[in-house]
């Protein structure tokens, strides 16, 4: 199947830094990627829908100047948590969908964030 | 009220034993794909199987099945010959509408374990 990438994968930050997450579909072009947050042992949230080339559309309660999302190519999209809290730290987790792949929307394997 | 909905916390069966995870949904979408994931302890998200709302016939991946009762609209998942690498937390997921670059929606996900 389709290969979805994230760097990193693990990240420790002190409170107030920024830090920034890519996501990269590997072997397909995504127009369209997507950004969802986890928390232990629940499920996985819709944050936001990346669109490449516009601005993203970010679900309700997610503040868009705390998580910004920038769709840079058809292969890449970051998202970035501005002056991280502790409250921050969750799995976040991108996904796309492969154009030539039917429905199935491949997940990256996820970036665990601590914020100290 | 709940998109889709996993009643089953956890769920235990012992090795090659055939297990039923159950999973529910509301759409009021005509056209729309049920999906399945696996979440190891390590984070990814596995795809295992999709129905689609127009397929006839129970979506089928090599020890996995889709019990698709479109009239009670369930997708329960059916795993056979259940093995020790089965334990994870299993998603069910739906995409709602016709377009299929559209985000899924998760439950709160089932965990499975898997004896000896």
Same mark, same amino acid.
């Given at each position: 199947?389709?290969?979805?990438?994230?760097?990193?994968?693990?990240?420790? %930050?002190?409170?107030?830094? *920024?830090?920034?997450?890519? %996501?990269?579909?590997?072997?397909?072009?995504?127009?369209?990627?997507?950004?969802?947050?986890?928390?232990?042992?629940?499920?996985?949230? =819709?944050?936001?829908?990346?669109?490449?080339?516009?601005?993203?559309?970010?679900?309700?309660?997610?503040?868009?100047?705390?998580?910004?999302?920038?769709?840079? *190519?058809?292969? =890449?999209?970051?998202?970035?948590?501005?002056?991280?809290?502790?409250?921050? *730290? *969750?799995?976040?987790? %991108?996904?796309?969908?492969?154009?030539?792949?039917?429905?199935?929307?491949?997940?990256?394997?996820?970036?665990?964030?601590?914020?100290? | 009220?709940?998109? @889709?909905?996993?009643?089953?916390?956890?769920?235990?069966?012992? /090795?090659? /034993?055939?297990?039923?995870?159950?999973?529910?949904?509301?759409?009021?979408?005509?056209?729309?794909?049920?999906?399945?994931?696996?979440?190891?302890?390590?984070?990814?998200? @596995?795809?295992? @199987?999709?129905?689609?709302?127009?397929? /006839?016939?129970?979506?089928?991946?090599?020890?996995?099945?889709?019990?698709?009762?479109?009239?009670?609209?369930?997708?329960?998942?059916? @795993?056979?010959?259940?093995?020790?690498?089965?334990?994870?937390?299993?998603?069910?997921?739906?995409? /709602?509408?016709?377009?299929?670059?559209?985000?899924?929606?998760?439950?709160?996900?089932?965990?499975?374990?898997?004896?000896?």
């Amino acid at each position: 199947g389709a290969v979805v990438s994230q760097h990193p994968s693990r990240v420790i %930050c002190k409170s107030g830094t *920024s830090v920034k997450i890519e %996501c990269r579909s590997l072997d397909f072009q995504a127009t369209t990627m997507f950004w969802y947050r986890q928390f232990p042992k629940k499920s996985l949230m =819709l944050m936001a829908t990346s669109n490449e080339g516009s601005k993203a559309t970010y679900e309700q309660g997610v503040e868009k100047d705390k998580f910004l999302i920038n769709h840079a *190519s058809l292969t =890449l999209s970051t998202l970035t948590v501005t002056s991280a809290h502790p409250e921050d *730290s *969750s799995f976040y987790i %991108c996904s796309a969908r492969d154009p030539g792949g039917g429905d199935t929307q491949y997940f990256g394997p996820g970036t665990r964030l601590t914020v100290l | 009220a709940q998109k @889709i909905t996993q009643t089953q916390p956890g769920m235990f069966v012992q /090795e090659k /034993e055939a297990v039923t995870l159950d999973c529910t949904y509301d759409t009021s979408d005509q056209s729309y794909g049920l999906f399945w994931y696996k979440q190891p302890s390590s984070g990814e998200m @596995i795809f295992l @199987i999709y129905q689609g709302s127009y397929d /006839e016939q129970n979506a089928t991946e090599g020890r996995y099945s889709l019990n698709f009762q479109k009239a009670r609209k369930s997708a329960n998942l059916v @795993i056979s010959a259940s093995q020790l690498g089965d334990s994870a937390m299993y998603f069910c997921a739906m995409r /709602e509408g016709h377009q299929a670059g559209t985000a899924l929606i998760f439950g709160k996900g089932t965990t499975l374990s898997v004896s000896s």
